[in-house]
């Protein structure tokens, strides 16, 4: 069965320290997709990345980075100097194929806290 | 261009009622997710539907259906309600078939169920 593990449940950080959060998942399917989404305040779920299973090419957007590696099943994600305005809950989350539709299956999350 | 919209954003009900949570996607967006979120479950897929079909359902019992209309709105309903139904409901959005899409989150109803 399909499953996603954030191993660390709350992290604190001061402002411009870098900090990375591990997602490890499992999956007997070979085409998959992995998901970051934050969670603010607000309550909304904001779309970070997505990386398909056969690409494994590290991605960097601005301070943020992902680095996927297939043989240990982790997608984990970097935050480089890090700022307040990330104060957040973030989730890692698989594709759950064949089956149709949207449907993800989401880590339990590792709130984030940035002082100033 | 709006966001996804979900109303009400707050609501609270006593065991035993009903509820009806509404959900409008992005313009141009056929498929709509909900997702109960709890802090003891975490995220929960429920049902999925796309072009006023239900495509998928997560491992909820039959008090909790939804379905969308033709404008791709959506609405869930959570019948005979139970203590452990309070949780936020999120709705997302998608123009994809498939999952493999990005999905674009409202912010929620929050349920409380006293």
């Known amino acids: 069965a399909q499953k996603v593990t954030q191993a660390q449940t709350e992290i604190s950080v001061v402002e411009k320290e870098d900090v990375t959060l591990d997602c490890v998942y499992e999956t007997r399917d070979t085409t998959y997709y992995l998901f970051w989404y934050k969670q603010p305040p607000s309550g909304e779920l904001v779309f970070l990345i997505r990386r398909n299973s056969f690409d494994e090419q590290n991605e960097i957007s601005g301070r943020y980075s992902w680095n996927f590696q297939k043989s240990t099943s982790s997608f984990n994600f970097t935050i480089t100097a890090s700022q307040v305005v990330d104060s957040a809950v973030y989730f890692c989350a698989l594709s759950d194929p064949p089956v149709r539709g949207d449907k993800l299956i989401f880590g339990t999350g590792t709130r984030l806290q940035v002082f100033p | 261009k709006a966001g996804v919209t979900q109303t009400p954003r707050y609501l609270i009900k006593t065991r035993g009622q009903q509820v009806t949570l509404s959900c409008s996607p992005i313009s141009g967006h056929r498929s709509v997710s909900w997702y109960q979120q709890t802090p003891g479950q975490g995220l929960q897929f429920l049902f999925e539907?796309?072009?006023?079909?239900?495509?998928n359902k997560g491992n909820f019992p039959g008090r909790f259906s939804g379905r969308q209309f033709s404008n791709s709105r959506s609405e869930m309903n959570v019948s005979t309600l139970e203590l452990g139904d309070s949780a936020l409901y999120l709705c997302?959005?998608?123009?994809?078939?498939?999952?493999?899409?990005?999905?674009?989150f409202g912010e929620g109803s929050r349920l409380t169920v006293l």
């Open positions: 539907y796309f072009s006023e079909t239900q495509r």
């Open positions: 997302a959005s998608s123009t994809t078939s498939g999952n493999t899409g990005e999905l674009f």
